[in-house]
């Protein structure tokens, strides 16, 4: 094939966030096919640092800062009658270096990775373009505005109705669009048109991860958790992120106090980049431990007696629940941070709800040392059985139109 055309709503390095980790290894593997030309943004000056890491696997690249602010990106949403999610990433540089791209270079095939970065895609375009919408932005802001209230509540409800509409025009457009799980994959379908018996395909391209890289035999847990109360309980993930915001504050204010009525030296690990102020405050209450952004999350697993995900919105599958998998950890989530993920519950990882039924399957696991330690190795094996990268992206070739085995043979 010829070249291929990478938009992405933020440089896939370093792969350290939940997008991150999935744009970075698609990335990876497209260069393994044919010469990748990258448009993206960033956030800050620490993604900008790792911008020879990008020009290392890209034959080109363009990288702007994303700086429009979302009250102005919400101001011109109403004006245009768009998504928000399409104005905030509107940029006339990156357009400028996709036109250039397309005209300059013999690109046969876009790769879009999110569903904001579609417009980027000149409509005379005659390759391929594969979106990768990952999950169904749509239901997750009407999940907000059914939660919500006020006028925040209102633009997340219109952001869900007009993002259902620009999801129709994309799987319209695509000729193939993916999604991060079967499951998101069947609920965008339920919401086209007609089912979607009108589009193109509608696939699922499910996450992978590292297992040899998230080995706990090769990790030396942290010492700053180490010294902390047992048992230790970990929650990881970009803690600016609502729903991660609010599975912290859930644990740290109702499921908590339950645990420590058995346990009073039982810590809340919240570990991840960018807290809120809602999750700063959130420092000290029920033995919670606000840790922030650290290098490597790999230690503070490690050092953690049980990983707790209890996402009440959630869309796609976790990576927070891999890695913990991976690293051995016995893990409890709730039924939505478990979706997409097809290990066996109450062997691989157990699932509950309510606040009370989370409290009591985490409380079981601590009094039952035998019970603990044989769900995280369990987990540990389902995860190096069925969930590493290079299967997880062995369809991608044939969603391009290359046989599938290409990738295996360019690896």
């Given amino acids: 094939m010829g070249e291929i055309l990478f938009i992405a709503h933020r440089i896939p390095f370093p792969p350290d966030r939940g997008d991150k980790i999935r744009s970075h290894h698609v990335l990876k593997a497209l260069a393994k096919l044919a010469p990748v030309h990258v448009a993206a943004f960033f956030d800050d000056n620490d993604d900008r640092l790792h911008e020879a890491d990008l020009a290392a696997v890209a034959a080109s690249h363009c990288l702007v800062q994303r700086s429009k602010a979302l009250p102005m990106a919400g101001i011109e949403s109403i004006a245009t009658g768009k998504p928000v999610s399409l104005t905030a990433f509107r940029d006339s540089r990156l357009q400028a270096y996709v036109r250039n791209v397309l005209r300059s270079r013999p690109v046969d095939a876009i790769y879009v990775f999110s569903g904001q970065m579609v417009q980027y895609v000149p409509k005379e375009f005659s390759g391929r373009v594969v979106t990768d919408l990952v999950d169904v932005d749509s239901a997750k802001f009407e999940a907000y505005g059914a939660k919500g209230s006020g006028p925040r509540a209102w633009l997340e409800r219109r952001e ?79 803690m600016d992120y609502p729903p991660n915001v609010e599975a912290a ?97 109450g062997r691989d990882l157990l699932i509950a709800d309510g606040d009370e039924d989370i409290a009591q ?40 139109g290359l046989p599938e085995e290409s990738l295996c043979h360019a690896a």
């Fill in 160 to 238: 869900g109705r007009l993002m259902r509409d620009e999801e129709a025009r994309i799987a319209a457009a695509s000729d193939v669009t993916l999604l991060v799980s079967e499951a998101e994959a069947i609920l965008l379908r339920s919401r086209l048109p007609n089912g979607g018996r009108d589009v193109a395909a509608v696939h699922a391209l499910r996450n992978g991860i590292d297992s040899d890289f998230y080995d706990p035999s090769k990790v030396v847990p942290e010492p700053q958790m180490l010294a902390c109360g047992a048992p230790r309980i970990v929650f990881t993930g970009q």
């Fill in 249 to 345: 504050k859930r644990a740290a204010e109702r499921i908590m106090p339950r645990l420590r009525e058995r346990f009073p030296a039982a810590g809340f690990h919240v570990v991840g980049r960018n807290p809120v102020p809602v999750v700063q405050a959130l420092q000290g209450r029920n033995g919670t431990e606000v840790w922030g952004r650290v290098e490597d999350i790999r230690p503070w697993l490690a050092a953690a007696d049980i990983a707790l995900i209890p996402l009440e919105i959630a869309r796609g599958v976790q990576n927070k629940v891999l890695e913990a998998m991976s690293m051995g950890l016995p893990t409890v989530v709730s039924s939505q941070a478990g979706t997409g993920i097809e290990a066996e519950a």
């Fill in 361 to 400: 399957a985490v409380i079981r696991l601590v009094e039952d040392h035998h019970r603990a330690k044989a769900l995280g190795e369990a987990a540990r094996e389902w995860i190096v059985a069925n969930a590493s990268w290079p299967a997880a992206l062995s369809a991608l070739p044939g969603y391009l």
